[in-house]
Structure formats: C-alpha cells, structure tokens
C-alpha cells in the first residue's frame, strides 16, 4: 500500500518545517503520518518509539537493546530523523558486547577510519589461519541498532571465518551520523560513488587490503536490513572492488532518496518507476534472503532486488526444502548465458525480519532458518572477480 495523498502533503509540509519551521509542528506532522500509513501503528506519545526489525522467534527473550536504540513501533530512520526534530527517544540499558563463540580463535582488532565524508570506526577479524597469506575479505554491514560485536556474534561470521579462512570487516555507524545506528541507505547523497557513506565504506575496504595480505578479485559485501541496503549501494557503485554481493532482509539500489520514498519502499516495495531503472553498469552478482512474513522490509524488495540484476532471458531452477525443525524455504538460483552463477535468491517461509539460521547471542537472528552466513560463503566462492 502507497501513502495516499493526504499522508503526502503531511510529509512535504514537515520537510519544509525542518528547514525553517518549529520543530515540534513538524514532529507531529510525522506522527501523524505514521499513525496513518504503518501496520499496526498505535497512536505515538510525546517521546515516540521506533523498531526496525522484528522481536526474536517466540520462545527467545529480547537480547539487551544498545545505548541509545529506540524501543518498537516506528522505522529506525524515522524515530532519528524525530530526534532531528528535537524529539527525544527513551533512554536504554547499555548492552554487553556478546562473548565470543569457542571456535573463534583469531583476533578481533578495533580500527578507525576517516575521509572527506567522516569518521567511522570498524572491526577485522582475523583468523588464527593467517600467518601472512593472501586470503578473501568479506565486509559485513550491521542493521539498525546494532554494532560490529552484535553483528558478528548473530552471523556467527567469524566463526565461518575460521573453518573457511578469510578476513571479515565490519564497519560501524556512528550515532552522529544516525541517532539509531542505521546506515543512511535512503539519503542520495549516500547512494553514490566517492560519496557520503559508501565512499567511507570503500575506503575502509582499502584500508584492509593494504595493511593486510588481500585476495584483490575476492572481496565480498553483506549486509542485514539498512546494512543489506547499504551493501546493494555498494556493489552498485563499486564493481571493481567487491565480487559479489550478499543481502539479507534489505532494498534494492536507490529504492529511496527521501523519508517519504523510504517509508513506501520499506512497506510495499521499491516505486515500480524507479525499479525499471537500470543499475550502474558492471553490478555485481548477489545473493538475497528474506523472509516472506517479514513485517519490516516488505518482502517484495527482495524480488526486486533479484529484478535489478536478472533479465527474463537468464535460465533459472528453482527448489523448494525445510529445514530440519525450522521453516521452509524456496531457492531460486539464475545463471548467467554460460552456466556461471548470476543470483540466488531464498525466501524463507515463516520467517520475518532477522538472520536467517543466526545465533541467539547476538539480536535479531532466525535459528530456525536455512544458514544464510554457510550459504553466502559458498556463494562467494563462486565469484572471483
């Protein structure tokens, strides 16, 4: 469902208070806005609440929310854009970094970097298995509310990364730049080349395959809800650095360059206008996981994002499994003319908005889901620049 005429209005007149209007005024413009157009959406109080993604499986207790992460009902990039306006969120309880899991052997390095763009910190893991070697990078971009130590704990990469030797990079959103942690995936300024975020994203990748042993043609990027967002930016507008991409509850390329567009998009869908446009040349090949109950990220933005990188020509199979105690899932796999992988797409059955087959230590995972961290390194491994 789109925003009607009247919830257009509304956001247009709030865009134009933010620049030269009382905050407030504005604020409940938004309110307004959001009590009309989300699922579900219970009337908001003076201090709103916000969620990006679903609570974990029934049966799970919610892990601790990080510092400064909005408790549920709104988008995350809309509860920040509240507090632009001078509305403030609820304070949280500060979380524990996860511990790290038995089989993670290597080290877990903090590092900095800065550009034109910003600063942004990040951390690489390094596994035990490298002693000097060339070794593929894999760069791993979290959702909204979480951090590089949440991350890596849900995804379990790290441990992937040891039975499977490779280097993991995983950036952080700074609270300054979005009072949620989300990447800026629906500013325009943030969807293109040597610009805002992906510049700083870009640059970070570089960094690591300067001061480490780098396999050049297998770098690889993932990412989960705005991170898998983020991570569609950046296989579009940097070919040349990563092999493929992984997306896992995300948006295609440019789904959105305003609040109004991303609110659509994150709903029902990237605009049909928009998705007919055609990707920056080069793209590179993905593989996309969503739930098909994902009350989130519409699931329909996965179907795009496959849309995005597939003609009607390109040769298809599909199958359909369970796994064993979880959900069901299909798999969709596209292959390019000469039988190489082009995309795949799994859509899980059941599942809503969190990584599919992930671990209850970090937030927002899906144990009962087919391995999405297994399933994008075998991916991986098939593309080599």
Known sequence: MKLNNDMQDL????????????KGIAANLIRSVLQRSLPGAAPTSDRPVMKDIN???????????????????????????????????????????????????GQFLPGSLSNAAGTRQ????????????????VVMLHGCTQNPDDFAAGTEMNAQAERTPCFVLYPAQAKSANGSQCWNWFNAIDQQREQGEPSIIADMTRKVMADYKVLPKQVYVAGLSAGG?????????YPELYAAVGIHSGLPYAAATDLM???????SGMNETRSAQSLPSGTRPIIVFHGDHDKTVHPRNGEQLIEQHVRGEDPSTTENGRVPGGHAYTRTQH???DGSPLAEQWLIH???????????????????????TREMMRFFATQQG
């Open 122 to 137: 990040y951390k690489l893991y390094v596994p035990a298995a490298y002693t000097g070697q060339a070794l593929p990078l």
């Open 261 to 267: 567009s991303a609110m659509q998009a994150m709903r």
């Open 335 to 337: 292959q390019k003319r």
């Open 55 to 105: 609570p974990p499986p029934a049966g799970r207790e919610l892990p601790p929310t990080p510092q400064g992460a909005p408790a549920p009902d709104i988008p995350a990039f809309v509860a920040d854009l509240l507090e632009r306006f001078g509305v403030r969120q609820p304070a949280a309880t500060p979380a524990q970094a996860p511990a790290p899991a038995t089989d993670e052997r």
């Open 229 to 237: 967002a983020m991570a569609a930016i950046m296989g579009s507008t």
């Open 350 to 372: 059941g599942a809503g908005h969190a990584w599919s087959g992930g671990s209850s230590k970090g937030t927002y995972t899906d144990a009962r889901g087919p391995h999405a």
């Open 11 to 22: 956001m247009r007149k709030a865009g134009r208070l933010l620049q030269s209007g009382p």
